[in-house]
């Protein structure tokens, strides 16, 4: 599999999870800088991120309050019941700014870049966000190995960007599409091996 995830942090000084299979592995690491992550991006062509990777239609800024807050997908997730930040709160705009370059850098050297949420993913498998134990019992219980370690909540995040990155691969995924960008989420039901 040539899919990458990652959970992005807003700043280079926290924690970035990434998430490859190798085998029938999964392995994870946690990097902080944006040259770290390209490196690694490097190897797949397809990259699947936790952050937003565009603005609204009709705001050119995140500095500029225009009213827009929400894109389309935005409002697709919404009407789903599925809890998120907008993507004008503070600490969204790091994020966001952060993710729209890398994006930009990744999509220039041809790569395959997409936006997923791994809040939706445990949401739509009914999985508690921040229980690291019962996520990791979950992928488990998927038949993939991990591996055996003290994971930080943005590995098992960066995983959940790998498994939906997996399923839209396999064509079992939800894409929530509009005209100002597209969220990826599983399928419920989803048969990942």
Known sequence: MNILGIDLAGSEKRPTGIAYFENNRILTKVVYKDE????????????????????????????????????????????????????????????TKRAIKLKAI?????????????????????????????IIKFYKNLGFELEDKEFIQDELDAIACLLTGLMYEKEESLILEGIDGSIILPRIKNNLK
């Open 36 to 95: 770290e992550i390209l490196k690694i991006a490097k190897n797949f062509s397809k990259i699947f991120i936790d952050a937003p990777l565009s603005l609204p239609k009709g705001r050119d800024s995140l500095e500029v309050n225009n009213g827009i807050h929400f894109r389309e997908c935005d409002i697709k997730l919404r009407e789903l019941k599925i809890k998120f930040f907008p993507l004008t709160l503070r600490p969204m705009r790091k994020l």
């Open 106 to 134: 990744l999509q220039g050297q041809n790569k395959k870049v997409f936006e997923v949420f791994p809040g939706g993913f445990y949401d739509i498998m009914k999985l508690n966000r921040k229980n690291k134990e019962e």
